[in-house]
């Protein structure tokens, strides 16, 4: 594998440069094919491999990508084993309504995680809340008062969640967290698990302007290097970049710092990397991320590795599919 990714570099590096930095059709095509077809065979192999989240994240990369066949089916088999085992269900009714053939069989799944997260006695609300902001779902219309004391609740993780999820509920709500997360995230507020919270549902929810951008882009680089955090301030100054930033210096140091996170032995490090190049990265971070698909830096846990190859192939689909590559 390790000598089937150097090959795939070295065409792509080679055809840059035979081409003047322009790959021709044939070229795209080829090396497209190429990844594809690999790609795509790795999140099958993960998806049948693996367990609970990492079987999750390979699921949603293949119904995300275009490649649904057998993911509906292996979930309800998944459904039918831990349908009642608290946490992974939630994980799993998220692929079954993005798996659903139609609104109604996808409403079925939504409404289970609707009921999972107002039942305040349950021991995986913040699992649905984080779920229903992740489907773009606002509980506030059905469930007011339990969704306005989920906002302040002193479970600072539901509270954000459901906060997140409200944003959905209309376009002033949409505005109205962008400006609170936004807020939140440059106060520096909350505990290490908060912020980077706080940095992924900003990531998420975007529409920074320029000067908003400059604020986090300087925080990022002032804090990366010290900060635990430090990834998530990357990651999000990275993919909320407005267009005219791309080509600054601030938006080209930060790209060099996230890449740094390419061999972080943790798991969460590099995956947070991958993600966001997957949403703003180009052919030219091919190399970065086919060295990960191809594990040539493994972690300590084969599901970590699973979980980061699965990533990675994601966001291989995703820039090779974008109509600029």
């Known amino acids: 594998m390790k000598y089937l990714s150097l090959n795939i570099q070295f065409f792509i590096a080679f055809s840059f440069f035979m081409t003047g930095g322009n790959l021709n059709a044939d070229a795209q095509s080829l ?20 367990s609970e989240w990492v079987k999750v994240h390979a699921a949603e990369y293949l119904l995300w990508a275009g490649y649904p066949q057998g993911v509906r089916q ?27 053939n139609n609104l109604d069989d996808k409403k079925v799944w939504t409404d289970k995680i609707l009921q999972a997260f107002l ?14 902001a992740k489907l773009s779902i606002s509980p506030l219309q059905k469930a007011p008062v339990i969704t306005a ?21 209309s376009a002033d709500s949409l ?4 400006r609170y997360f936004f807020d939140l995230l440059m106060s520096g507020a909350g505990d290490l698990s908060e912020r980077k919270l706080v940095a992924f549902v900003v990531r998420n929810l975007g529409g920074l302007t320029v ?35 791309i080509k ?18 943790d798991k969460s490090d590099r995956i947070e990397m991958i993600t966001a ?49």
């Open 31 to 50: 090396i497209s094919d190429k990844l594809e077809g690999k790609c795509v065979k790795i999140l099958r192999d993960v998806l049948e491999t693996q």
């Open 248 to 265: 600054s210096n601030s938006f080209q140091q930060i790209k060099r710092k996230l890449l740094k996170y390419q061999n972080s032995p």
């Open 119 to 132: 039942d305040t006695n349950g021991i995986d609300r913040i699992h649905a809340a984080e779920t229903l």
């Open 277 to 325: 190049l997957s949403e703003k990265g180009t052919k030219n971070d091919l190399p970065v991320l086919i060295s990960l698909l191809d594990n040539e830096n493994p972690l300590g846990n084969g599901a970590d590795n699973a979980d980061v190859k699965a990533s990675a192939a994601n966001a291989i689909l995703k820039i090779t599919k974008r109509k600029y590559y």
């Open 175 to 178: 505005k109205a967290a962008q």
């Open 211 to 245: 000067s908003e951008w400059n604020k986090l882009s300087r925080k990022a680089l002032t804090q990366a290097a010290g900060s635990e955090a430090g990834i998530y301030l990357l990651s999000t100054s990275f993919v909320t970049a407005p267009e005219s930033c």
């Open 149 to 169: 004391r989920s906002i302040t609740s002193s479970d600072k993780n539901l509270a954000l969640y459901t906060r997140w999820s409200v944003s959905f509920y």
């Open 74 to 100: 292996t979930f309800q088999n998944e459904e039918k084993q831990f349908g009642k085992e608290p946490r992974y269900r939630i994980g799993i009714w998220r692929v079954l309504a993005q798996a659903a």
